[in-house]
């Protein structure tokens, strides 16, 4: 017999932290996401969704043993065809009638609360962290990217869900030839006075937040599904990642010092933080410092790549990648850069992620289970 417990003391978010660490502590390629990055995701004071959105965490058990845990929320921003509840941060022990009670669960809570589907596994948030369950590409995972054991995916398909939109991450060596269209497109474009680029530095966060909203809006307002960007937050968000930004890799382009293109990476923090355990108390604070300062970091990834819809087609994609690759090529470390997941539906960015080069190296996907078994079935509209 399982038993539910809802995650509401401190040792319930003891043991929700600890668990995973006992279903991988056998495979060399897990990095435990810091304690303080998970619990922010559930703190109504830190995440905004829960002014329009609900979440629980549950824990379940088996003979006083941990067997599974998940999250559970309704994100009112998330906007589907019908209503459409998520979950996440799942993990389960390999057994399917213990993974199926818990999907169960989910799906009962959500049906309580007027949902018509379940998507997952997600996050109580935006899509850019903990989306999507890997099935390919088992290595080290990036910061904020999932990881799980391979049998979830039968866990997952053994009880109904369908493929909602695979997520395709894809990796290339810095120093690889970058393709012949591009270097033409940077010639083309660098000709016109009107045009110019600047990698984002440290010491003018603010304009390169307002260049960076006004970027983002223009080229994902199609997108729905809550993807617009308020400036203060942005700067926000911009500033709370001040300690690790590197001045060197991030670009925006500009007609006439109006933006119109940005292509936005970081370095990849699991090089680091892979070395803490999930914690990040003083000691811990410390010895990323040292990291950071002394343990050369091979890896960036990239993030944000946008341009706006009149500067499209134009080969203003190829322009800044050249301009931005051939700077840091002299200006950094890096000698691996891995693009954050783009989705299925978006055969424009995974056009430009092949004209890299690149090769695909993982896989994710984001499933999803219509509560009305009749329904018919679809999958994430192109783009």
């Known amino acids: 017999m399982i038993i539910v417990e809802e995650v509401q003391n401190k040792d319930h978010k003891r043991e929700f932290l600890e668990f995973p660490t006992q279903l991988y502590q056998h495979d060399k390629n897990y990095i435990r996401p810091l304690d303080k990055h998970i619990e922010?995701?559930?703190?109504?004071?830190?995440?905004?969704?829960?002014?329009?959105?609900?979440?629980?965490?549950?824990?379940?058990?088996?003979?006083?043993?941990?067997?599974g845990k998940v999250a559970v929320f309704v994100n009112n921003h998330y906007r589907q065809k019908q209503p459409t509840g998520g979950f996440g941060f799942f993990?389960?022990?390999?057994?399917?009638?213990?993974?199926?009670?818990?999907?169960?669960?989910c799906k009962n809570w959500l049906q309580e609360r007027g949902m018509k589907a379940m998507d997952g596994p997600i996050n109580f948030g935006e899509r850019d962290k903990f989306w999507g369950l890997l099935v390919e590409g088992f290595i080290e995972p990036l910061f904020g990217m999932n990881y799980n054991l391979p049998y979830y995916k039968d866990l997952f398909e053994n009880y109904g869900f369908q493929i909602y939109f695979e997520q395709l991450c894809f990796t290339r060596p810095i120093f690889a030839e970058v393709s012949r269209v591009f270097k033409i497109a940077y010639e083309r474009n660098r000709k016109n006075p009107a045009i110019s680029s600047q990698s984002m530095k440290k010491n003018n966060l603010k304009k390169f937040a307002r260049d960076f909203t006004e970027v983002y809006n223009k080229a994902w307002a199609s997108h729905g599904e809550g993807k617009q960007l308020d400036e203060v937050k942005v700067l926000r968000m911009f500033k709370t990642m001040e300690p690790i930004l590197n001045d060197h890799i991030s670009w925006f382009v500009y007609e006439n010092e109006k933006p119109i293109a940005m292509?936005?990476?970081?370095?990849?923090?699991?090089?680091?933080?892979?070395?803490?355990?999930g914690k990040f108390g003083i000691f811990e604070k410390l010895k990323f410092l040292w990291l950071k300062r002394f343990k050369k970091n091979k890896k960036m990834v990239g993030l944000v790549f946008g341009v706006i819809p009149e500067w499209q087609k134009k080969g203003i994609d190829g322009y800044m990648i050249w301009k931005g690759t051939q700077h840091l090529r002299k200006h950094t470390d890096f000698t691996i850069t891995e693009l954050q997941w783009i989705g299925d539906f978006n055969p424009k960015m995974i056009k430009i992620a092949e004209n890299l080069d690149t090769t695909v190296t993982r896989k994710l996907i984001t499933y999803r289970y219509l509560f009305d078994r009749n329904k018919e079935f679809e999958r994430h509209p192109i783009l």
Request: charged fraction near 30%.
């Open 40 to 67: 922010e995701i559930f703190d109504p004071e830190k995440n905004r969704f829960f002014k329009n959105g609900e979440c629980k965490r549950f824990l379940f058990k088996k003979d006083h043993q941990t067997v």
């Open 91 to 105: 993990d389960c022990i390999n057994d399917q009638p213990t993974a199926d009670f818990i999907f169960d669960y």
């Open 263 to 277: 292509w936005i990476n970081l370095p990849d923090l699991n090089q680091w933080f892979k070395y803490l355990n």
